[in-house]
């Protein structure tokens, strides 16, 4: 008899085709996650079991894994007796319980069927365990056993995994990363959904400073604690910005400020082999986030945007981001450069003319070379490199 975390697979179970490929990606980050621990799998097509000697460590790690519904810390035995299993069955259960008992037999081999096992545990516990009651609708406890040709797992509740797929399920996209509150929301949210991110940073030193850069890197190593692997891409965006600040409309900055921002993003996207660009705009929070401002963003670029949080209340916001553990950074008071030369009174619902007009007086040139000039961030060393591929 020993201990064993029982995984049960989140949206992945409504795979058919391609089942296979989430459940074995979701192996992958679970040793990735587990690194150290030496743990050992065995999986099928609804359950995954881990043998690790550290038990708390290794379900504190996992709860962070995307894919997994629920995490079970149960009891494995090769005695499948019934004795056995009543003997197990009674220390998950205290006195004075609610309870009731549900067997899931997939070793079909074995003699006794899952009501008739159920009946005879639940009937052991009600006379060996003070104070019990039967209550098959809204249980206090519910005694889980589960019947297998390895053996039998037994356990009474777990804790709730992160839901959702597999990181690297379902592609890589390109998180344009501010630094602020809702940006890395928008990027846990969309990770979420199985997406392996790359982060982008725009900084404009020394309008920015390198405080506001180390802000950045420690939200891209909270993201890359949920199993992102990817990489910090730093822009430097001020010759960019004071061109914009110089030469075009005071109450068109923003706009156009976010137009060069995206032109970056599409083709670093492209080098980066990313099929989308993630942002945290919400609908209506500020000037450049009305829906007439993000069709003038979206007009220089052929790659999907997602806007995770289009339909969210700040308030929601920054409820995850206390969750995931981003929000007492995101709120250190460093400069990014989406505050620099803010102009008083930025144009709500821009024309797309005046934009594309305002846009004919920047040099196209600025844009490649700050893209030369990306600095690549890999936050596992630290290490500082300018080859984006």
């Not at 003070?130 to 297998?148: A, C, G, Y």
């Not at 802000?215 to 010759?239: E, H, R």
């Amino acid at each position: 008899m020993k201990e064993v975390i029982m995984i049960k697979y989140a949206e992945l179970t409504t795979k058919k085709d391609n089942r296979n490929f989430f459940i074995n990606t979701l192996e992958k980050n679970v040793l990735s996650c587990l690194d150290g621990l030496n743990p050992t799998i065995k999986k099928d097509y609804y359950r995954m079991f881990i043998y690790v000697s550290d038990i708390e460590s290794s379900i504190s790690k996992l709860s962070k894994v995307f894919g997994i519904h629920e995490i079970v810390r149960c009891v494995f035995t090769e005695d499948a007796s019934l004795e056995n299993i009543e003997n197990i069955s009674k220390t998950l259960i205290k006195e004075g319980s609610a309870f009731k008992v549900i067997t899931n037999r997939s070793d079909k081999t074995y003699p006794i069927n899952s009501m008739e096992l159920s009946r005879m545990v639940g009937a052991y516990l009600l006379k060996n365990v003070p104070n019990l009651k039967v209550d098959v609708h809204k249980p206090s406890v519910i005694v889980n056993i589960e019947i297998r040709r390895e053996g039998v797992y037994l356990y009474s509740s777990g804790i709730p995994g992160m839901g959702g797929y597999p990181t690297g399920t379902l592609g890589k996209a390109l998180l344009m990363l501010s630094g602020g509150i809702d940006s890395v929301v928008a990027g846990f949210l969309t990770m979420k959904r199985g997406v392996k991110l790359d982060f982008l940073y725009f900084e404009s030193l020394p309008h920015t400073s390198l405080e506001a850069r180390d802000k950045v890197i420690s939200l891209a190593k909270i993201l890359k604690s949920y199993g992102n692997t990817g990489k910090l891409l730093v822009v430097p965006f001020t010759k960019i910005q004071e061109t914009i600040y110089k030469e075009m409309k005071g109450d068109y900055m923003i706009t156009m400020m976010r137009r060069q921002m995206y032109k970056i993003a599409t083709k670093v996207a492209k080098m980066r082999n990313a099929n989308a660009i993630v942002n945290g705009e919400s609908i209506g929070q500020v000037a450049s986030q009305t829906l007439t401002s993000m069709k003038a963003v979206n007009d220089v670029t052929n790659y999907p945007i997602i806007r995770p949080l289009a339909s969210f209340d700040k308030l929601e916001i920054m409820d995850i981001a206390r969750k995931i553990g981003s929000y007492d950074i995101s709120i250190l008071p460093y400069i990014d450069c989406c505050t620099v030369f803010v102009p008083p009174h930025p144009v709500i619902n821009p024309r797309l003319d005046v934009a594309r007009s305002e846009e004919e007086k920047m040099d196209e040139s600025l844009l490649d070379e700050a893209i030369k000039n990306i600095i690549k961030i890999d936050l596992n060393e630290e290490s500082l490199d300018n080859d984006l591929l």
